[in-house]
């Protein structure tokens, strides 16, 4: 595997982020009023791609998917290391609840409004169970964040629907959002700055 390195994508990411934002609903217009104030965008790539390269985001070649989920599980274990608590969030926006109802499987799932959404806790976390997650969202671009707010393992929420209460939390929570970017092989991600 090559080395990876993040490279500072500036107002361009930024944009870049809130437009994939813009496409869904729910989670993603609450983040985009709650807590998309402070950060900075950057994209994950091997060390040998070129700066002029990144800020291509609909361009593919960059990277292998293989090296985007390896680095987002890495990168994923290292955040809930950081944080007291978290989820990792991927928001499916073209599916709606009854599309996936009763056909989850091991994926845990949550519903709000027409939102579908699938989730990992920390114990979740290893490069398969993080792919099989975001393959089950069918939606273009990805969209996923990591929160420090806990999803709580009820069993009721588990493929059944949450409050406004609880979306709003995850939304004020995020700390991190990662968006599908060159031709779906890599991501940008944006990170909320340290205060």
Known sequence: MRTMTEIRLG?????YVRSCLRQGSDLSEKILQLSFNDGEAFAP????VGAEHVKQFAVGGLISRRETLDWLASHLKDLFRRNEAGTFIVQDVWTKPADVAGNTGDTKT???DDNVYYFLNANDLKADSISRTLRKARSYPMTAVFTTFQVPPQPILLGGPVSDELITE???ATREIFVGAYDQEGLVAWRRSAK
Request: aromatic letters at 14%; glycine letters at 6%.
């Open 45 to 48: 790539v091997p060390d040998d």
């Open 110 to 112: 949550f519903f709000h």
């Open 170 to 172: 995850l939304a004020k």
């Open 11 to 15: 107002q361009e990411g930024i944009e």
